[in-house]
């Protein structure tokens, strides 16, 4: 998984001194997630290794009905000094749909 240090190098030296320092959002199975603003925005960086998924989600925020939370992704593509690959996304805040789902069979059985 990528490290915050891999993080703060990165967009300092992506976008020039126009991000702020990146705070951890967790990790997944293929990335790690940090957020941090810039230009008045909240968005997200993910660094991960499979540079396909991150393309997948570009035409997903792109194509995605309004009432789902699907962010949009504002760039993409190889980090030059590691092996990753990146996608700089709005943020979006929310719950993750499996999160809910836990929650709500949990609700459920609490019942019974």
């Given at each position: 998984?990528?490290?915050?240090e891999?993080?703060a190098?990165?967009?300092?030296?992506?976008?020039?001194?126009?991000?702020?320092?990146?705070?951890?959002?967790g990790?997944g199975?293929w990335?790690?997630?940090?957020?941090?603003?810039m230009?008045?925005?909240?968005?997200?960086?993910r660094?991960g290794?499979?540079?396909?998924?991150?393309?997948?989600?570009a035409v997903?925020?792109?194509?995605?009905?309004?009432?789902?939370?699907?962010?949009?992704?504002?760039?993409?593509?190889?980090?030059?000094?590691?092996?990753?690959?990146?996608?700089?996304?709005?943020?979006?805040?929310g719950s993750?749909r499996?999160?809910?789902?836990?929650?709500?069979?949990?609700?459920?059985?609490?019942?019974?």
């Amino acid at each position: 998984m990528a490290s915050l240090e891999t993080a703060a190098a990165f967009l300092a030296g992506r976008y020039a001194g126009r991000a702020s320092a990146p705070e951890p959002l967790g990790a997944g199975a293929w990335s790690t997630a940090f957020a941090f603003t810039m230009d008045d925005r909240e968005l997200v960086l993910r660094l991960g290794a499979f540079g396909e998924d991150f393309a997948k989600d570009a035409v997903m925020g792109e194509t995605a009905r309004v009432d789902l939370a699907v962010p949009r992704v504002i760039d993409v593509g190889e980090v030059s000094d590691a092996p990753l690959w990146f996608a700089v996304s709005e943020r979006k805040h929310g719950s993750f749909r499996s999160e809910e789902h836990t929650s709500e069979l949990q609700s459920h059985h609490d019942i019974v």
